[in-house]
DNA sequence: TTAGGTCTGTGAACGAGAACTCAATCACGA
DNA sequence: TCGTGATTGAGTTCTCGTTCACAGACCTAA
């Protein structure tokens, strides 16, 4: 491998190959080729190839890549191997669905504190994380959490983006519809769900 | 303006523009520069002229875009002129958030039909919708419903997914974290919150 | 009426990422 | 040990989208 700027596609992309890889059958085989992992995800063999050259010989000419070994890589690549825990700002109905949901832990994230500005909310016990005053914010760098998740209004977003950062926080998931200004070495990844979902009647066919 | 094939990408960004004049400051300007546009959404004015020059002579040379008449020519061409109804497949967590959310409104979008398969939920009224038995939802074409949001759990994805098809649903928003199969007629946006989450981490600085 | 400044629309250059291709590599069996 | 078939890694090509740069349209004011 020389060196090379992975794109961050491919980034998003082994997630998603990850994923696959935990819910292949497990009919003995241990090992798995690039064409049969891109049926699984509906890319092309070429495309799972190049990603996975990015990090160095991971498979093995004539046979494919080993499934567990993979899999351990793609974890080691995306830092997923000790568990992860994030911040959730933000106990409204997005945060509470969120919250329950228990899918993250494919991924070796767990939401680990929860932030409110709402004082009926500050206090109560929700999925055995208690319910923090947005204040505490401050309190994260020492307690190790490095990841948040944006489930606010968007009009207090950029405010508590900045605190957050000065708390040490280094990615930020956004779900607010605004532009969250950051420094370059902290990572914003946004998920518009207005913007997505204003998208589909353009590709309705004409007259539905 | 000649024929062109729009990008997916101008279309993703149109929405943006949308909600971007839609909050712009009525300082009294009939008016904006495609610069100033450029400015509130985080683009560059180059990309806003080009994406607005897909669809004919929008602005006028010297003067800018009028605002008002900018927003309506967005709408029509998303097709966001009258409101469109999306029909909810699934009250769970996620769902319910959704379902709750008025932010929908400025894209002319209304949940206005919503499918269980729990009979405990089936037949309950949330946000003064009735929920209905999924299998209903063959009579979503006659009611004239053909955006969809998927909020179910990944298993049943597909089944339902082709149900949708079979009713006459032209565009599905998919929350679910399954490659979901269809017509090239029927646009599928996908939203895999897990696969955003588990991002983050790689772009940690190391030692965090 | 015309000159000068402003801003759009668009062809062309540029860049990033996806797909293709094939030489190099490996396992396995003769 | 060597030949065969399978599959990777990576250089090349292709496709799509963004950025650039400027001609032409428009407004205003003298
Ligand atoms: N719910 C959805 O389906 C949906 C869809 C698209 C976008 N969003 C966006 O997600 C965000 C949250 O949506 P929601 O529906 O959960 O809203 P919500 O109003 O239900 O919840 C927001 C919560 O944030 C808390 N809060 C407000 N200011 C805070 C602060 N400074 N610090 C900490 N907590 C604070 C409030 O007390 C409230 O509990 C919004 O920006 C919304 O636009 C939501
Ligand atoms: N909740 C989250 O934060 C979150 C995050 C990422 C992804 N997701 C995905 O979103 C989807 C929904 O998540 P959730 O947390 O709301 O799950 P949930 O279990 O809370 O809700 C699912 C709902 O769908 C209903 N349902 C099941 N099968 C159905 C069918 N065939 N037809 C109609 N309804 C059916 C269930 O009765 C239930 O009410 C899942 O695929 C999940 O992976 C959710």
Known sequence: MRYHKVPDETIRRLPVYLRGLCSFPNDGSRSISSQQLAEVLHVKSPQVRKDLSYFGDIGTPGVGYDIQKLKKHIRTILRLNNTHCAALIGYGNLGAALLKYTGFKTFCVEISAVFEINPRKIGR???????????????????????????????????????????????????????????????????????????????????A
């Open 125 to 207: 016990v929700v999925q055995k994380i208690k319910i923090e005053d947005v204040s505490n914010i401050s309190s994260l760098r020492k307690r190790g959490i490095s990841v948040a998740i944006l489930a606010i209004p968007a009009l207090e977003s950029q405010d508590v983006t900045d605190k957050l950062i000065d708390a040490g926080v280094g990615g930020i998931l956004n779900f607010t519809p605004s532009y969250l200004s950051a420094p370059t070495n902290v990572k914003v990844v946004n998920i518009d769900i207005g913007v997505s979902l204003a998208c589909l009647p353009y590709y309705l066919p004409v007259g």
